[in-house]
Nanobody, 127 residues
Framework: QVQLVESGGGQVQAGGSLRLSCAAS????????MGWFRQAPGKEREFVVA????????LYADSVKGRFTISSDNAKNTVYLQMNSLKPEDTAVYYC????????????????????WGQGTQVTVSS
């Protein structure tokens, strides 16, 4: 079992930045590929970014490429999402997710590939 707790959400003006954190507890953090997804009101949950358990492979949604960065601190069992140049369309509840990875390089972009989810943190970007 892995427990995930997100933090760092809030309200920011367009062009601003936020850093989300996802603290993991339970099984060995380094065994899991980590992802961030988001869900806006009335829309389906969508992929944002994911990183392999080794950190060597990452995938970004086209909509956030060049603006968002995923990183991790294995000593703290925490993964971060740095979000810069935020836009109103980035407004959503952001979820952290973990997937037990067989291979160091595996990284997935589908929500059904991830077994564990946090409770979500709200990000609101005003124009």
């Amino acid at each position: 079992q892995v427990q995930l707790v997100e933090s760092g959400g809030g309200q920011v003006q367009a062009g601003g930045s936020l850093r989300l954190s996802c603290a993991a507890s339970g099984r060995t953090f380094s065994s899991y590929a980590m992802g961030w997804f988001r869900q806006a009101p009335g829309k389906e949950r969508e992929f944002v970014v994911a990183s392999s358990r080794s950190g060597g492979s990452t995938l970004y949604a086209d909509s956030v490429k060049g603006r968002f960065t995923i990183s991790s601190d294995n000593a703290k069992n925490t993964v971060y999402l740095q979000m810069n140049s935020l836009k109103p369309e980035d407004t959503a509840v952001y979820y952290c997710a973990a997937a037990k990875a067989v291979f160091d390089s595996w990284v997935g972009r589908r929500a059904d590939e991830y077994e564990y989810w946090g409770q979500g943190t709200q990000v609101t970007v005003s124009s």
